[in-house]
């Protein structure tokens, strides 16, 4: 069972930073029955795991609807692996640490559960799930999917800094990923992915290091809670229309009063990703969607550009 609270200590000072209290009664250490028949849904899985240095991971999964599956409520088994030569993939070990989230582009769903890697095959792996939480739509863009691509997965190129192809599919992104982790041995720590979303242009370009807003969510504060303990954490790119992926780590520094805030509509403070290293591949992810429709809430916020 959960303790009385399943918020580790960085969560709890993170809230207390921001000023608010979350009891955190969405939180379940077993996924109930619509959690369970939403991740059967779906065709593609986000998952954050550690390296071999302790550095997260991000990553993304793909297959039929159905390649995901939960035969209890504490387990949910994956019919699917990283491809061999994909940075992430010896990653997959049994007793790691994995956070997993389902995300529904069409009805703008989504869902988390975190736990450890049970047992890990050649064609996929089993999670023991320590964690079970939805996330509120706000921020999700509506996608249709399309016709998948077909062209193979390039090999993966890593990048020591940001490119030019990297910058630009940043500066068009509606909608990343952020692995992070701490506090791995209490019973409330371990590896979490979480998403974000705004207008194209809400992630700002400073050389190799990013400016992202931090906008009104559930208040739990798994993401910042954990930055606390352990800046080091990492970032997922998607370009929708191709299927390309950018994969970066780096260090994360929450910036909890600015006055640049007060003229970026909606968020209530910023943090900031200083890349140190990153990996792009081309057609890496098969599953094709739709331009956006962007949720109303993301209309509301606002962007760098009319901020300056």
């Keep these: 069972m ?37 991740f059967g849904q779906l065709p593609w899985l ?10 997260p991971l991000a990553t993304v999964l793909t297959g039929a609807p159905g390649f995901v599956t939960s035969p209890i409520p504490t387990t949910l088994s994956v019919a699917a692996l990283p491809s061999s030569d994909d940075p992430v993939f010896e990653f997959f070990r049994p007793q790691s640490s994995i956070g997993l989230l389902g995300l529904e582009l069409e009805t703008r769903r989504r869902n988390r559960a975190n736990g450890r890697l049970e047992t890990v095959g050649t064609g ?21 999917r399309l016709q998948d691509g077909t062209e ?53 370009i400073d050389g190799d290091t990013l400016m992202i807003p931090d906008f009104t969510g ?28 950018l994969r970066l780590q780096g260090e994360a520094e929450i910036v909890w009063q600015s006055p640049e805030l007060a003229g970026l509509d909606g968020a209530e403070r910023l943090w900031r990703f200083h890349v140190r290293r990153g990996w792009r591949r081309a057609h890496a992810l098969p599953l094709r969607w739709s331009a956006p429709e962007f949720a109303p809430t993301t209309l509301q916020t606002g962007l760098w550009a009319a901020a300056a």
Aim: contains cysteine.
């Design 46 to 55: 986000f998952a954050g795991v550690l390296d071999r240095d302790g550095w």
């Design 218 to 245: 559930n208040s739990y504060f798994n993401t910042f809670g954990n930055l606390l303990q352990e800046p080091r954490a990492a970032l997922l790119f998607v370009d929708f229309a191709t299927g390309a992926l």
């Design 124 to 144: 996929g792996f089993a999670v023991s799930v320590a964690q079970s939480f939805g996330n509120c739509a706000k921020y999700i863009q509506v996608r249709n």
């Design 2 to 38: 959960l303790p009385d609270s399943p918020f580790h200590a960085g969560e709890l000072a993170a809230q207390a930073l921001a000023g608010v209290a979350s009891r955190g009664a969405g939180i379940r250490d077993f996924m109930p029955d619509q959690h369970r028949i939403f």
């Design 152 to 204: 193979p997965a390039a090999s993966p190129a890593e990048l020591p800094s940001l490119d030019s192809e990297a910058r630009a599919l940043i500066a068009a992104a509606d909608t990343l990923f952020i692995a992070s982790a701490a506090a791995l041995e209490t019973e409330t720590g371990g590896v979490d992915i979480s998403h974000r979303g705004g207008r194209p242009g809400f992630v700002r």
